[in-house]
C-alpha cells in the first residue's frame, strides 16, 4: 500500500520535474539566480510540517531535519546542472558523494510558525573530458535568516540515458534491472522507531541489528511505496535512502537515540545497490566517541561507505 502522507504539503516551489521529482510535495527549491561572482544564491522552501522529515523525537530534528537540508541541496544541483551547465533535461545525476557539517544547535535559528526560506550561496567546480561535462562538485553555505548554519558539498556524476542504459547492465551482468513499482517490499522485523529516533514505523529503515564488541549490522529495508525514498519509480536504492539508513543505526548506537542529531556525514559511493538483494550496514567505532563508520554492503562487497557523527541539541528553541 502506497503511503500517501507527503500528498497534502502546501507548496511554492519550482516545478517538481525540474528537480527530478514527481509530487509538489518532495520539492522544495524555490529559487536560483546568479550571484555576479560566478556561483548561485539558491533558497528552498522548508515547511512547517512535512509527514516524513518532521516525524522524529528529537525536537532539533522535528524542527530542523539535516536530511531535508542535504535533499535542499541535491535538488540545486540538479537545477544548476540543467539550467546552468546546459545538460539536457534527460541526462541522469549518479551522486558519487556528499558531505555534511550542521551543529545540533542549528534549529534554534528557524523561527517558530510557519515556512521557512533556506539560503544556499552555491559554488560549482567542473570537471570536463574535453568540452563533455562529465562531473561537478557542488558546495552549498546554509544559512536561516542570514545566519550560517553548515554546509554541505555534493560531488555528481552526469551521464546520457544511453551511457546510463549500459552501466546498469554492466552492473547485472548483462540484464536489465527491476523497476522500484515492479517489486514488492520486504519489511518484516523492522525495529521500533524511537530506537532509530523515528514517529512512524514506516520510515524505519533498520532491520535485525545485531551488536558484538567490534560492530553492529542491520539490514537496510526498502520501502517502495514510500513517497519520501522513492518519490519516483527507481532501478536502483537511492543514495539518500542509504544515507537516511545510516543516520539511523548512529542514532541507534548513541547513548540517546531519542535525542540523536546527526551533525557530520561523509559518504562515498562506488556502485550501484539493487533493489533486488539483500542489503546490508556494518557499523564500526569512528575516530570519536560521536562517530559510526559505516560499510553498505550487498552480496558479500562493499558498494558505498559512510561517516556518521550524532549529537544532542543542548539549546533550547527562541522564545
Keep these: 500500500m502506497t503511503d500517501t502522507r507527503l500528498l497534502t504539503q502546501p507548496h511554492t516551489t519550482v516545478e517538481p520535474a525540474a528537480v527530478h521529482r514527481r509530487h509538489a510535495d518532495t520539492a522544495f527549491l524555490a529559487d536560483v ?20 522529515y518532521s516525524a522524529h523525537t ?32 534527460d541526462t541522469r545525476f549518479l551522486m558519487d558523494s556528499c558531505e555534511m557539517s550542521v551543529p545540533a544547535d542549528a ?10 526560506t533556506l539560503t544556499m550561496h552555491v559554488t560549482v567546480a567542473a570537471v570536463r573530458v574535453g568540452s563533455r561535462l562529465r562531473a561537478f562538485t557542488s558546495r552549498c553555505e546554509l544559512s536561516l535568516g542570514g545566519v550560517p548554519i553548515g554546509s554541505t558539498v555534493i560531488t555528481s556524476s552526469v551521464v546520457s540515458p544511453a551511457a546510463y542504459t549500459l552501466l546498469r547492465r554492466r552492473a547485472r551482468g548483462g540484464s ?16 521500533p522507531p524511537s530506537t532509530v529516533g523515528r514517529l512512524v514505523p514506516a520510515d524505519v529503515l533498520l532491520a535485525e541489528v545485531r551488536s558484538d564488541s567490534d560492530e553492529t549490522t542491520a539490514r ?13 519509480r527507481q532501478d536502483h536504492v ?18 540517546e537515540p531519542h535525542a540523536a542529531v546527526m551533525t557530520g556525514l561523509t559518504g562515498t559511493f562506488d556502485a550501484f545497490v539493487e533493489l533486488d538483494a ?27 561507505t559512510i ?11 527562541p522564545k
Excluded at 537511492?238 to 547513548?255: C, I, K, M, N, W
Design 58 to 89: 528529537a525536537e532539533a530534528n522535528r524542527r530542523l531535519d539535516p536530511m531535508l537540508l542535504l535533499e535542499a541541496c541535491r535538488q540545486v544541483v540538479i537545477y544548476i546542472g540543467h539550467n546552468s551547465l546546459g545538460l539536457a533535461d
Design 238 to 255: 537511492p543514495g539518500t535512502l542509504l544515507v537516511e539508513a545510516a543516520r539511523q543505526l548512529g542514532a541507534a548506537l548513541s547513548p
Design 278 to 304: 539483500p542489503v546490508h550496514l556494518v557499523a564500526r567505532p569512528g575516530t570519536t566517541d560521536n562517530e559510526r563508520l559505516l560499510e553498505v554492503v550487498q552480496g558479500g562487497t562493499v558498494l558505498a
Design 220 to 232: 537496510v529495508l526498502l520501502p517502495f511505496d514510500h513517497l519520501g525514498l522513492f518519490d519516483h
Design 33 to 52: 539566480h546568479p550571484d555576479g561572482t560566478g556561483g548561485h544564491v539558491a533558497t528552498a522552501l522548508l515547511p512547517e510540517s512535512h509527514a516524513y
Design 307 to 317: 561517516k556518521v557523527a550524532t549529537s544532542r541539541a543542548h539549546s533550547g528553541p
Design 107 to 116: 534549529y534554534v535559528q528557524r523561527p517558530d510558525g510557519g515556512s521557512t
Design 176 to 191: 536489465p534491472p527491476p523497476w522500484s513499482d515492479q517489486l514488492s517490499p520486504y519489511l518484516d522485523g523492522a525495529v
